[in-house]
């Protein structure tokens, strides 16, 4: 009666392991990364890692079977004999006695592991023999989708810096979960060590006096890891930024420049070109949300996470792939796959560079003043004119009409811009003509209005 309850006891304690489902989202990712690490840690303690992997995994050395065998013939007399060949069952039967509490883990392991497995994906644990078995077929299945999220990410961690004019406990915040998504999608992609260097070294670029020494000591506590064999750790670097962020809201300012994009004294930079050009750029979301720092898009495809939601996303995995709003003025590739993107833009730069040799082969479409020195002064004036001259059809005479005594100097035209244009803005409604004297000096400017 004890042994029975044993057993029942038994029974119902590997019945009640169950491990965290493993789930696909509709952009492909999925959640192995979790699965994996809290399943190694519930099996472990359950007593049945020892049946899947690690350093504890000695299956039994179990034989093949090979039955016995007979065979009819005759003898030399003519006699019908039968001829046995013995197999090996008694070894086989022996092995297995002697293995059966670790085939019975085995079986319960196995078990376990294939409860956590989405119905559309039991194909992929169908055929496996055992724990092992079953496990490493999941890694072979889900991994690799994980790898080209990772990708993305990490690229998401590269180019987000610290600028000027933006906020360090923002963008620690921001690194921080990048780095947790990267870790979940692939975790030795970017190791500690490495995050911590970037936190320290590459991406704490801004020039604000209150985080000044904290940069410079943080790089100086990194070369000397690196000099004794000790790399920073992420965890010290992000507990010095964390006491740096404490010392600031602390100083007695209301809000320290270094905490507020928007401070005295970064406003009275802002009448600068770049800052103009800058706040003159589109967002393509509300308001509502560029106000608010903390939403943040967790689609692992997006390039620019903050200021919105994967809904709103209009990036590859977004809510709103590919309707850019109106006023988006960056790349329209981003709602392609990282493939798709890189194959088109390697095929642009192909394109371009083909173009630009063939403009180079064809020399006589610009004008060049490398030709045209005091030696070869009595040359046709057409031939000197720089810019559209060679496409438009004025002869010798009409050039010098326009640009005077070749002798004086020589002429050039250029597209002349407001301060206030930025490159988007430019409309070609005409032409500045200039002419410059053989000493360099710029001495009057003609107009033409199309």
């Known amino acids: 009666m004890a042994n029975i309850q044993n057993a029942a006891d038994k029974e119902k304690e590997w019945k009640g392991i169950k491990l965290t489902p493993i789930k696909e989202e509709e952009d492909g990712t999925n959640n192995y990364n979790e699965f994996k690490q809290k399943s190694v840690l519930e099996l472990d303690a359950a007593g049945y890692w ?12 179990i034989p093949a079977l090979k039955p016995s065998q007979q ?21 086989v039967a022996a092995a297995r006695k002697q293995a059966e509490a670790w085939l019975l883990g085995d ?33 072979n299945e889900y991994e690799p989708a994980n790898a080209l999220t990772a990708v993305t990410i990490k690229q998401q961690i590269i180019g987000h810096q610290c600028g000027a004019h933006d906020d360090p406990v923002r963008w620690r915040q921001v690194m921080v979960q990048l780095y947790q998504k990267l870790r979940d999608a692939d975790p030795v992609m970017m190791p500690d060590s490495e995050f911590a260097k970037h936190l320290a070294v590459v991406t704490l670029m801004t020039p604000a006096d209150e985080w000044r020494f904290c940069c410079d000591s943080l790089c100086d506590k990194v070369r000397q890891g690196d000099l004794m064999g000790r790399p920073l750790s992420s965890t010290t670097v992000l507990q010095r930024l ?3 962020e404490g010392k600031g809201r602390t100083s007695g300012a209301t809000v ?11 406003t009275g930079r802002r009448n600068d070109q770049t800052q103009q050009q800058q706040n003159r750029r589109a967002t393509p979301y509300n308001g509502q949300q560029r106000t608010n720092p903390r939403i943040f898009c967790d689609n692992p495809f997006c390039e620019t996470p903050i200021g919105h939601i994967k809904t709103d996303c209009f990036a590859y995995g977004g809510g709103k792939v590919g309707k850019y709003p109106e006023n ?32 180079a082969a064809s020399g006589n479409q610009f004008a060049g003043m490398a030709d045209h020195t005091e030696n070869d002064i009595e040359d ?3 031939d000197r004119f720089a810019g559209m001259a060679d496409h438009t059809e004025d002869d010798d005479n009409d050039v010098q009409n326009i640009i005077g005594s070749v002798e004086d100097g020589f002429a050039f035209m250029m597209t002349v811009l407001e301060d206030d244009e930025s490159d988007d803005d430019i409309e ?22 199309r």
């Open 50 to 61: 020892q049946f899947v992997d690690g350093p504890d995994y000695n299956p039994p050395s």
């Open 71 to 91: 065979f009819q013939g005759l003898d030399n007399t003519g006699t019908a004999i039968t001829i046995t060949v013995p197999g090996n069952e008694g070894v």
């Open 107 to 139: 079986k319960k392991a196995h078990a376990i592991i294939v409860r956590a497995v989405p119905v559309e994906k039991l194909y992929v644990v169908k055929d496996c023999k055992s724990a092992h078995d079953a496990w490493l077929a999941l890694k």
């Open 242 to 244: 964390k006491h740096e």
């Open 256 to 266: 320290p420049s270094a905490y507020n994009a928007g401070s005295a004294n970064q």
């Open 328 to 359: 988006y003025h960056g790349r329209r590739d981003i709602h392609l796959s990282l493939e798709a993107r890189m194959q088109g833009r390697i095929l642009a730069s192909r394109r371009k560079q083909k173009h630009d040799l063939e403009d």
């Open 380 to 382: 046709s004036p057409g």
């Open 428 to 449: 070609c409604d005409g032409y500045g003509f200039f002419w410059a004297s053989v000493d360099g000096t710029l001495r009057s400017g003609v107009e033409d209005k």
